[in-house]
């Protein structure tokens, strides 16, 4: 980081949008986070969702997946943003609960698979993505030119 870029930790179950150049840090697991640049007016934004959809009870916040996207794309689109300059790239997801394969929630995957069903629908291009897997990743997203660095992080046994 050559810049002397403003940072912000995004916590689960919530996004972060700005026109100012930022590094946006967030740690995921099971967790999926998209970030969305505009290729046009160089700015992004970052979401972090635990979970895939919203079901109609308890507050619609962007923990949910489907709100999480929606309301990330909103509020690039409040900035000037147009549908057609957006890139998306996908990240987390993971398989973090031993033995969890035969458990029916599958958490990561269905994450995963909302991100991708919602951008899809709204014709925003995947340009990028590491998910899945057994391992956490931490996740650096620069605003400005929509670079994002990640790493694995070890499995902790507790």
Not at 123 to 138: L, Q
């Amino acid at each position: 980081m050559n810049k002397n870029y403003l940072q912000y930790f995004l916590y689960p179950s919530s996004l972060f949008v700005s026109k100012e150049p930022y590094v946006v840090k967030t740690i995921l697991g099971s967790c999926v986070a998209i970030c969305i640049w505009d290729k046009r007016l160089n700015i992004g934004g970052m979401n972090h969702y635990m979970l895939p959809n919203w079901n109609g009870n308890d507050l619609a916040s962007p923990k949910y997946g489907n709100i999480a996207i929606n309301k990330l794309v909103d509020k690039l689109m409040a900035l000037g943003s147009r549908k057609e300059d957006l890139v998306a790239k996908i990240f987390g997801g993971g398989d973090m609960l031993e033995g969890s394969r035969g458990n029916s929630y599958l958490i990561g995957e269905r994450n995963i698979r909302m991100a991708r069903m919602v951008l899809e629908d709204k014709n925003i291009p995947i340009v990028a993505s590491s998910t899945g897997g057994k391992r956490g990743r931490k996740i650096l997203f620069f605003t400005d030119t929509g670079e994002v660095r990640h790493k694995f992080l070890e499995k902790k046994v507790y």
